[in-house]
């Protein structure tokens, strides 16, 4: 991959020894932001030609972007006015779904009565509730880079002062680390959990979650994300950490990786191999179903109103492509339906009028989940291309 003088060669972000080749027609793609705000077209994104992970390039424009992102995050939520809400759409894990991640890993390890746990990167301390809750004998800390939310996470039952700042800064050593979709966003991954692997206990777990955009290709429309995972990639980035791969599913929670890992008892090399032709080719698949999808929403608003169901990333991302041609949304999310989103209403199910016609822009699966499930006399829902 070319760096900005078109001269130079990037170095892969998880195996280090590959450089990165350009998905070419991914530069022209509208974007969206982590926290669903339609972000410009203009990014880049890589393959490893040694390993296959996928990646943006760490240049000089994904730092600006990221930082133009995170700074606004802020105003945003303010601007908002439904904050909570806001910020674990952005975590990507409603409280419900905590519960489920953190009851499913708890099962599978089969924690002990009591221990202490970190949660990196965590927000309003939505992880770390639901921990308490799976969990009940545990001490837990969280991190942050700045105390926005600290009454609110230090005010959960057994929760250590909050840490702000630098995560290897934190005192003690961990029997759990969890780092839910965090990871994605980090410029130096195999750093970071490298630097975890050396705050756990012996016998210490670490739990991470990150998206799958294999499951999901809206996924790599999104500009802040550093890293696009694969099993693949998630496994070779830890091994470079010097951690053993114990878990790696992507059924725990549906369009997510969820991994468990303990620190290696002996420096293992990386797998050899990596997928570097499977993952362009999956790439470049998903790149052109999204384009499939886009076009197809067109033609839709070509022939007449249509809605648009869903209001998170997919949701915004299709809009942008439409102009302003999406009539309503639909969401099933109750804290959603009755507002209205980019300046549109937002309808439930029950309230969209007989003779609509609602688009399903999410990934095939999903798509025709929801198709099925919503279908009723008089208002066509209609998936999205194969
Ligand atoms: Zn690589």
Redesign the pocket.
């Known amino acids: 991959m070319a760096d900005e003088t078109g001269t130079g060669e990037e170095a ?1 972000g ?2 280090g ?2 450089t990165l080749e350009e998905v070419l027609n991914y530069r022209s793609l509208q974007r969206v932001t982590s926290d669903c705000r339609s972000w410009p077209a203009g990014g880049r994104l890589g393959v ?1 030609r ?2 296959g ?1 996928v990646q943006k390039p760490a240049d000089d424009a994904f730092l600006t972007d990221i930082e133009a992102i995170y700074r606004s995050y802020t105003i945003y939520h303010q601007a908002a006015g439904a904050e909570q809400a806001v910020f674990e759409q952005v975590s990507g894990l409603p409280a419900s779904r905590s519960v489920k991640l953190l009851d499913t890993f708890r099962r599978y390890v089969g924690l002990n009565a009591t221990g202490r746990m970190l949660d990196v990167g965590c927000g309003n301390g939505a992880t770390i509730r639901a921990f308490g809750q799976v969990a009940p004998g545990w001490t837990k800390v969280g991190t942050e880079f700045d105390d926005k939310y600290r009454s609110e996470v230090e005010s959960i039952p057994l929760t250590e002062p909050l840490h702000v700042g630098p995560v290897g800064e934190v005192a003690g050593t961990f029997d759990v680390i969890t780092m839910i979709h965090v990871l994605e966003h980090i410029v130096d991954p195999v750093a970071v959990l490298a630097t975890l692997r050396g705050k756990l206990t012996p016998g210490g777990l670490l739990l991470i979650e990150v998206p799958h955009h294999p499951a999901n290709p809206f996924e790599l429309l999104i500009a802040d994300h550093r890293s696009h995972f694969t099993a693949d990639s998630l496994s070779r980035a830890l091994t470079a950490a010097g951690c053993e791969i114990m878990s790696v599913a992507e059924n725990w929670i549906p369009k997510e990786l969820s991994v468990v890992a303990r620190p290696a008892v002996a420096q293992r090399p990386a797998a050899p191999g990596g997928e570097p032709v499977a993952a362009r080719d999956r790439i470049a698949g998903s790149i052109a179903w999204l384009r499939r999808t886009a076009d197809r929403l067109r033609e839709l608003a070509d022939t007449g109103s249509v809605g648009l169901f869903g209001t998170s990333i997919a949701g915004t991302w299709l809009a942008a492509e439409a102009g302003d041609r999406i009539g309503f949304f639909v969401d099933e999310d109750p804290n959603r339906s009755g507002r209205s989103y980019l300046g549109r209403p937002v309808l439930s199910p029950a309230t969209v009028a007989a003779g609509s016609r609602v688009f399903v822009g999410l990934p095939p699966a999903v798509a025709a989940g929801i198709c099925g499930r919503l279908a009723t006399p008089g208002v066509a829902y209609l998936a999205p291309p194969a």
């Open positions: 892969c998880i195996c020894g590959g490893c040694a390993c992970a």
